[in-house]
């Protein structure tokens, strides 16, 4: 049984030595800011529950008595009112030059990011052995065997921080580590060698190839809807093969931190059969950098690009 002495320190961490300054900074916390001032109803409201209270008229405030209250307000003339309203005004005035001299806390700048390695992992749990065998063959069997891994935003951005975009490396405790499209292929299980994977195309040829995906929306492609066609899917083919990929750009190798693919990757369906062949790596990588460019150049909140890549890098 502890005594009430050995409980205070235990529960409150009470040092056993005195000390002044940790006495009055227990004790005696700074004084709270002033309270925002209030309407002349609430000072009339208040007004007359005290005096209600002090003539013995009421012991508690019931919904009687506020509808009493409230009445009596709208049945005073504005001469009346006009004393309340005058009070309103000064408290107003009073806490507006008070709260010039409140220290603010800085507010806290989180970084935004699509990058949900979750999502991908819901998704292709709900895939079946045909569908997971036809990914595998094209070359994104990693994205099957992907845990369900929640990012730590505040170590995110101190990564960002960290990567030095015009070198493309990760200046980590006083050390330089250079980020290579092999480490892209080895984290994530992408290819890093082939051709170049084209973004490229003319607005016919992306609004053609929508139509063909059943993706007809003006814009920019919403990942929920492309989360959905899976969902639903049990076909094959490269409809398939075209949404899974589009999907995995969106949410893992490529996000931006809105829940949007960019209209123009959807030209990268015109060569689906040549996904096995493609550098796959190159693109995450080069997409990263530039995320991390205009995040920084730009004084922005929110960063594109693979952020698991490089939770994972700086571990290995």
């Given at each position: 049984m502890l005594s009430r002495t050995?409980?205070?320190r235990k529960k409150f961490a009470i040092p056993t030595t005195f000390n002044c300054d940790f006495f009055f900074k227990w004790c005696c916390p700074s004084s709270p800011p002033p309270k925002r001032s209030v309407g002349p109803f609430l000072i009339y409201y208040k007004k007359q529950l005290e005096l209600m209270k002090s003539k013995g008229i009421v012991d508690k405030i019931s919904t009687t008595v506020k509808k009493e209250i409230r009445e009596k307000?709208?049945?005073?003339?504005e001469d009346s009112k006009l004393e309340y309203k005058k009070e309103a005004c000064e408290n107003s005035e009073k806490y507006a030059n008070l709260s010039h001299n409140i220290p603010r806390k800085a507010r806290k700048v989180s970084l935004y990011t699509r990058c949900a390695p979750n999502h991908v992992h819901l998704t292709v749990s709900n895939l079946n052995e045909r569908q997971r065998f036809v990914l595998r063959e094209m070359g994104f069997g990693s994205m099957l065997d992907l845990r369900s891994i929640q990012l730590n935003r505040?170590?995110?951005?101190?990564?960002?921080?960290?990567l030095d975009h015009n070198s493309c490396a990760l200046d980590i405790c006083g050390?330089?580590?250079?980020?290579?499209t092999k480490d892209v292929e080895f984290i994530l299980g992408v290819k890093s060698s082939g051709v170049d994977v084209s973004?490229?195309?003319?607005?016919?040829e992306i609004n053609h190839i929508c139509q063909q995906h059943g993706v007809n929306v003006v814009g920019d492609i919403p990942i929920n809807l492309l989360e959905g066609k899976l969902k639903e899917m049990k076909t094959l083919g490269k409809e398939f093969v075209?949404?899974?990929?589009?999907?995995?750009?969106?949410?893992?190798?490529c996000p931006t931190?809105?829940?949007?693919?960019?209209?123009?990757?959807?030209?990268?369906?015109?060569?689906i059969d040549e996904f096995k062949s493609l550098n796959w790596a190159k693109?995450?990588?080069?997409?990263?950098?530039r995320g991390v460019r205009k995040y920084k150049e730009k004084n922005r909140v929110g960063v594109s690009g693979c952020l698991l890549f490089l939770m994972v890098i700086c571990r290995k």
């Open positions: 050995k409980f205070a307000w709208m049945n005073l003339d505040d170590f995110c951005k101190w990564l960002v921080d960290h050390r330089r580590l250079p980020i290579s973004i490229v195309a003319s607005a016919e075209g949404c899974f990929v589009l999907f995995v750009l969106g949410t893992l190798l931190p809105k829940p949007y693919i960019k209209r123009s990757f959807i030209s990268i369906l015109l060569n693109l995450v990588l080069d997409f990263l950098i």
